[in-house]
């Protein structure tokens, strides 16, 4: 069948780049092979999704729009204890039952308007990064949200298809429930790294499951020189891109505080030894105000004179990220995207892994005798690999650049696979 439009479905449009860098590499490399394609955002945020893409976009979750609130009050003129107590149970027992309503209908009427909206597309691509996941809004979130998609894909008579995703731990049985049966209604299934595979099948999903790398791998990127405020400097140009706790624990998680105070300890280090430390966010909204904190922290222990070895530019999109990554010669991070994507253009990444994923991907580059886990990270342990990925950094980057490339040439075989318009 001829594959005329394709609907991308994923989280995208939130401030995470990594999820955009992504997205960013499906639409360019399926509009290489299908240039006459009609690409739609099925997304997270349809605003974002509009102006980044500049594709039309539909939601992928109902508003929350329902407060529960019942259209009656309690009367002030109630006087008897015993009536007020029947009246207030009263009360929120009909309130309950009014929500419960309310979310029903709002729910019926989003999948009515979502049938509609697949009506304009032939094939939905489940991608982006950790679409198997549980962890925002546990089963009844993102898990729910590809079951009911995929169910409606299938009603439709379109063709469904995870493109290269991630897989995380599903601990809850109606999450497993949901992620197996969606898988299973695919007409074609592919997942990042061995690990996400090892997760869908030990939860039941049966079949083809194959292994193509995470499509951000598939990136085009252009090389530049350094930016004009950056050449000349003596010392090396170090990339420091940190994690917000929200992305898996909370802020007072004794763990992230000591990873917070070892990294703040190390950028004073790496300022004091006369290195060049550029920061950047690959979660926008998330990690931003950590940087902020970390330079805070700076200007309290040494003033304002390393600030010209500082530099922060804005960073709003992929293009953004990107042109700072390559400004830099080492990267120290802990996002899966902030490593990956600095792999992509061969720099050095000394890796605080808070997550599997980022585990998975450092020893799948070759590169796991420089990922540390977050849990046990300190200060000398930071200098000391830090340093030995400096003095072997030559020999490092030649071999992510082979790595890359064999990556980038599995990514083309999977693209000509389910996108060649011969073979459609």
Not at 189 to 203: A, G, K, M, P, T
Not at 224 to 251: C, F, M, N, Y
Not at 270 to 275: A, C, F, K, T, W
């Amino acid at each position: 069948m001829s594959i005329r439009s394709i609907g991308l479905f994923g989280t995208f449009g939130s401030g995470n780049l990594g999820d955009a860098a992504i997205q960013t590499a499906a639409i360019h490399n399926i509009k290489k092979c299908l240039p006459a394609v009609k690409i739609y955002g099925f997304a997270g945020n349809i605003i974002n999704t509009k102006e980044i893409y500049g594709i039309e976009s539909f939601p992928i979750y109902r508003p929350v729009n329902w407060n529960g609130h019942a259209p009656w009050r309690q009367e002030d003129t109630v006087s008897n204890s015993i009536m007020k107590k029947l009246l207030m149970l009263s009360i929120r027992f009909f309130k309950a039952i009014a929500s419960r309503l309310g979310r029903i209908l709002s729910e019926s009427v989003f999948i009515v308007k979502s049938y509609k909206n697949l009506q304009k597309i032939d094939t939905l691509i489940v991608s982006g990064g950790g679409q198997i996941d549980e962890f925002w809004g546990g089963a009844w979130g993102h898990p729910y949200a590809i079951f009911k998609w995929a169910l409606m894909v299938k009603v439709s008579k379109k063709n469904l298809i995870f493109l290269s995703v991630g897989a995380s731990s599903l601990s809850s049985s109606l999450s497993r429930f949901f992620v197996k049966k969606a898988l299973m209604l695919a007409d074609y299934r592919s997942y990042r790294d061995n690990y996400s595979r090892r997760v869908v099948e030990s939860i039941g999903a049966t079949g083809e499951n194959l292994v193509y790398p995470d499509l951000a791998f598939s990136l085009p990127v252009f090389p530049q020189d350094k930016s004009e405020r950056l050449r000349g400097k003596s010392r090396l140009i170090v990339g420091v891109s940190p994690i917000a706790a929200h992305a898996w624990t909370i802020p007072e998680d004794p763990a992230y505080q000591n990873y917070l105070n070892q990294l703040k300890a190390m950028v004073l280090w790496l300022l004091q030894e006369g290195y060049t430390v550029v920061f950047f966010p690959s979660q926008t909204k998330m990690d931003t105000p950590i940087i902020k904190d970390i330079r805070k922290h700076v200007h309290d222990h040494l003033g304002p004179e390393p600030e010209d070895k500082i530099i922060e530019g804005p960073i709003s999109t992929v293009n953004d990220l990107m042109s700072q990554i390559l400004d830099t010669d080492i990267v120290i991070a802990s996002r899966l995207h902030g490593v990956l994507l600095s792999h992509l253009v061969h720099k050095p990444v000394l890796a605080i892994s808070y997550e599997k994923k980022i585990d998975t991907h450092m020893d799948d580059m070759g590169m796991s005798e420089f990922c540390l886990n977050l849990n046990q990270v300190s200060l000398p342990i930071l200098k000391t690999r830090f340093q030995q990925l400096e003095s072997s950094r030559d020999i490092v980057a030649g071999q992510l650049a082979d790595k890359i490339s064999s990556y980038q040439k599995a990514l083309q075989e999977q693209y000509d696979r389910l996108f060649q318009p011969e073979m459609n």
